[in-house]
Each structure stands twice: as structure tokens, then as C-alpha cells.
């Protein structure tokens, strides 16, 4: 597709349970980042993946948090035993080339804990 | 640690006015970003400033970035009730190139 595309649009879990978040950068696309964004708030920056560099996981709240890319494609962020705080929407971007080029967004993981 | 401000959070304008909203960091960086974002939607980028004295302009919205200053502003010319949204800035966070922090945003509602 032209854009970024995240899966699923919505999701309901239970406290407790698993979640995973995918996320189709843009084709050629070498650098994604993830962010979490409450409600009525800004981005919080969650982790970043640049080509096959180690990622930079400096935002990850916890260790319930982990992500995963595979080569310079799709990337899915697990979270693990969910908490309620956890509901958020979960923003996915990618760029050509980390932090020269503007970042495309995706449309979100609505995530609620219940 | 990189802290990026705006104001005002929240800006209530009548269609035909000018207003602008500023964006402060605290931290040296030359390349800043805004964005749009609509309820309920994903963020839309405006405009990217890559260097101090960067002006770009799109339509009635033009940005600028004073390094020195550590300041953005977004200039809004004769407003129309369609750029009611939520802007934000955000700012490379320089020495790792690697991630964008944002301000908490200006909600702007343009009313008839």
C-alpha cells in the first residue's frame, strides 16, 4: 500500500491478557518508530528501529513492552500482561532515513484494557 | 532530557483572524517537525525545518524556526473553520537522530 498501515484498528483485551500490534511500513522505508499517545495527549516516544542497527528501546515503559522487525519490513510491539494504563492509541511511523526526513504515520492501534 | 513545549494548549479564533502558535525546546536541535492532527485520526505532516531561519509556507499556515531562540511558531493567516485540529510540534533529539519528541499539542477550534 502508499502508507503505513497498522493492524489491528481496535482492540479490546483483558487486564492480564497479551497484545500484539502490527505495523506495514512504507515500501523502502528503512527507519520505523513507535508511539504510545493517551488520550488528550501528546506522543511518547516508545522504541525505533533503523535498518539492521540495534534498536533504541530508551522509551519502552517497562518490561512488559518488546517489539520486533523483521529486516526493513513489518514490525509488531508485544505487550505482555496488559494493565489498564496500558490503553492508549499505539502510532506507528516510518521514514527513508532517521531524522532528515519527515515521518508518515499510520492510523493507529486503538488499545483498551478492560 | 529534551523538553518541548507549546502554547497555548488550546486556541479558540474566529474564522478571518490571524494567531500564532509557539513551540519552545530546551535542548539545541535544528530540525523540527509539525504536524496536524484531526480527532480520532493519525497525525497529517505540515512542514519540516531543517535549519535556523527555515520559513515554510503552505495555504494560511507558515512555520519558522529560530535556532537560537529554540523556538517554532506556526502562523495562521485569515483562518477557515477547515484547520480546526490539533498541531503539534516536534523536535529531533539531537546526538541520536533516532526519535522525534513532541510537544502536548494546541487544540485549535476556528469557530464561524
Known amino acids: 500500500g502508499a502508507g503505513v498501515s497498522q493492524s489491528p484498528s481496535n482492540k479490546v483485551t483483558e487486564k492480564g491478557k497479551d497484545v500484539e500490534l502490527r505495523c506495514d511500513p512504507i515500501s523502502g522505508h528503512t527507519a520505523l518508530y513507535w508511539y504510545r499517545q493517551r488520550l488528550g495527549q501528546g506522543l511518547e516516544f516508545l522504541i525505533y528501529f533503523q535498518g539492521n542497527s540495534a534498536p533504541d528501546k530508551s522509551g519502552l515503559p517497562s518490561d512488559r513492552f518488546s517489539a520486533e522487525r523483521t529486516g526493513e519490513s513489518v514490525s509488531t510491539l508485544t505487550i505482555q500482561r496488559t494493565q489498564q494504563e496500558d490503553s492508549a492509541v499505539y502510532l506507528c511511523a516510518s521514514s527513508l532515513m532517521s531524522g532528515y526526513t519527515e515521518a508518515f504515520f499510520g492510523q493507529g492501534t486503538r488499545l483498551t484494557v478492560v | 532530557e529534551l523538553k518541548v513545549e507549546q502554547n497555548p494548549l488550546f486556541l479558540s479564533m474566529q474564522e478571518g483572524k490571524n494567531y500564532t502558535i509557539y513551540c519552545n525546546y530546551s535542548?539545541?536541535?535544528?530540525?523540527l517537525y509539525w504536524y496536524r492532527q484531526d480527532p480520532g485520526k493519525s497525525l497529517e505532516s505540515l512542514f519540516v525545518l531543517l535549519s535556523n531561519g527555515a520559513v515554510k509556507q503552505e495555504g494560511r499556515l507558515m512555520a519558522s524556526l529560530d535556532t537560537k531562540a529554540r523556538l517554532s511558531t506556526l502562523h495562521i493567516t485569515a483562518a477557515v473553520h477547515d484547520l480546526s485540529a490539533t498541531y503539534f510540534c516536534?523536535?529531533?533529539?539531537?546526538?541520536?537522530?533516532?526519535?522525534?519528541?513532541f510537544g502536548t499539542g494546541t487544540r485549535l477550534q476556528v469557530t464561524l
Open positions: 535542548t539545541t536541535s535544528d530540525r
Open positions: 516536534a523536535v529531533d533529539d539531537t546526538g541520536t537522530a533516532s526519535k522525534l519528541t
